[in-house]
């Protein structure tokens, strides 16, 4: 498997008189065999952080090392993406619509021309692997989603690459196979121990499959930590928001205590001034408790169901709330709302973590 160096990598793109910085003095480090995660919004430069790994792109400055290896330098890709060992699935899947499934995983070894035999025993021992291979004679249009899935993940591996990278793989999938396709791909990180880097817009995907995670905003990594640590305790309110839903409420703090307009809690904080507090749903209780603060009454303006859950958006004067609950309320209903002590981010005026309180 192979450790992956970013040295103060940018790379940017000239878009009509403009210049780009898709990627901005990337310092990065991947441990071999880690399964890891690159998470942003549209646009935040996660796909061409993948594509520089790859060897699809060059740096325009800034190193590139797979272990001690220099591989990509300053506007050149010195070791080329086919010399790479690299396994790629992308979020189109990217099927060749004329091959059935045999051949599709077939392709790249067929490319490297390597034997018959070989490229069967070798199509054959991954399709095993990924439960595929009752689909192999048939062409992409002739299985489902989730197998169609499976046929792109097992190109990806047939060459028994020493890095595979994973492009927005679950984005296409329906909420039932997404976790399916989710535990497979897990499981067979797991078991063959390669190196894996996935990107996606959905927090559901990192913490569903990775133990560290760069967070990419604007082409800047604003965190880069195991998955845990960014979640309690994120760069930014920006990157708190991209790891879940959170609440943010504007006001200052005196005397410990923060003040808002919709409530004030007494937070024992040392911080002064103006801040944002921030709340994550999961954080909200409708019936009082021991290590419970009160956020006083609010009045539900919509209840829907998410994912086994309702979700409810509740408003005090100007102000709203996001909860999560294991029943639904009627708009209009009126409910004293409590948080949990010690679950709560305080952030500047700018949106820079303080502290959790």
Known sequence: MVKIVFKGVTKSFVRGKSVVEAVKDADLE?????FFGILGPSGSGKTTTLRLIAGLEEPTKGEIYFDDKLVSANGRVLVPAEQRNIGLVFQTWALYPHMTAYDNIAFPLRVKKLPADEIDQRVQEV????????????????????????VALARGLVKN???????EPFSNLDAL??????ALVREVQKKLGITTVVVSHDPADMFSLVEKAAVIVNGKFKQVDYLNRVYETPADSRVASLLGEINLFGGKVADGRFIG??????????????????????????????GLLSLGQFSVVLSSYQGGA????????????????DVPYKVGQTLDLYVVRGRMKLFDEAGEFLETV
């Open 30 to 34: 991947i441990g071999s065999g880690e």
């Open 127 to 150: 399709s095993e692997t990924l439960d595929i291979k009752d689909v192999l004679e048939k062409y992409p249009r002739e299985i489902s989603g989730g197998q169609q899935q499976r």
């Open 161 to 167: 690459p020493s890095l595979l990278l994973l492009d």
């Open 177 to 182: 196979m997404r976790d399916a396709a989710r």
């Open 261 to 290: 307009d919709a409530f004030q809690l007494d937070l024992g904080s040392k911080v002064r001034g103006k801040v944002m507090l921030g709340i994550r749903p999961e954080d909200v209780r409708v019936q009082e408790g021991k």
């Open 310 to 325: 309702f979700r409810i958006t509740a408003s005090k004067g100007r102000e709203t709330l996001v909860f999560i609950s």
